[in-house]
């Protein structure tokens, strides 16, 4: 009897190990995406030495506490939250966010003096820019959705300019790569828009 309890507990134990095996060679891959800067041959529209010895310190940058997770965010309705377990930012998008833009912001001025906040006291810049993003997610079906409230600090701290901006752009495919390229539309766009701002106060 005891041996014939034992084959029986080995053939269940093998059975659960094969469904298991079978299970797990069935999942389906995880996809992994990242926002992209600007190409490096962007036409600035600048001269080489319009904006070259100009500094930006840039941080701190702060996202929302609910795009703090691998998945990528999709909201359903105004409320709902859907998270795909399968499609994944490749980095933190905190991370990935801050250094898509200081990468933007070096290309559209032109000047390689573009610093993140951790530079903070070893470098004097012209123009630091504190950003608060309060939205950077996707409606189902709809539009890539980014606001910010962004404030740019001259070198003796004084307030230079303080604004929100909202930006929409239209997802152009189905899938998370659609998604993904309307978000890095609307990070282009807010790159743009303080450029321009830079450009403004650096006449």
């Known amino acids: 009897m005891t041996h014939r309890i034992a084959y029986f507990g080995s053939v269940i134990l093998a059975v659960c190990v094969i469904f298991l095996n079978g299970c797990a060679g069935s999942s389906k891959p995880s996809e992994f995406y990242l926002l992209r800067s600007l190409p490096a041959s962007q036409d600035t529209g600048l001269t080489a030495t319009e904006t070259a010895s100009l500094s930006l310190l840039i941080g701190p940058v702060t996202l929302p506490a609910y795009l703090d997770r691998n998945q990528i965010v999709t909201l359903s309705g105004d409320h709902k939250l859907v998270l795909n377990e399968f499609t994944r930012w ?20 032109n000047t390689p003096k ?17 950003i608060d993003i309060t939205r950077f997610d996707t409606t189902a079906g709809g539009d890539a959705h980014l606001t910010a409230f962004w404030t740019v600090v001259a070198e003796d701290d004084s307030i230079l300019i303080q604004r929100k901006s909202v930006f929409h752009a239209s997802v152009p495919s189905t899938g998370t790569t659609g998604i993904v390229e309307a978000q890095n539309r609307t990070l282009t766009e807010f790159s743009r828009e303080i450029v321009a701002a830079i450009q403004s106060l650096h006449q």
């Open 90 to 109: 490749a980095e933190p998008l905190q991370d990935n966010f801050y250094r898509v833009l200081v990468e933007n912001l070096s290309l559209l001025l």
């Open 114 to 130: 573009v610093y993140a906040f951790e530079r903070r006291g070893s470098t004097q810049a012209d123009f630091q820019i504190v």
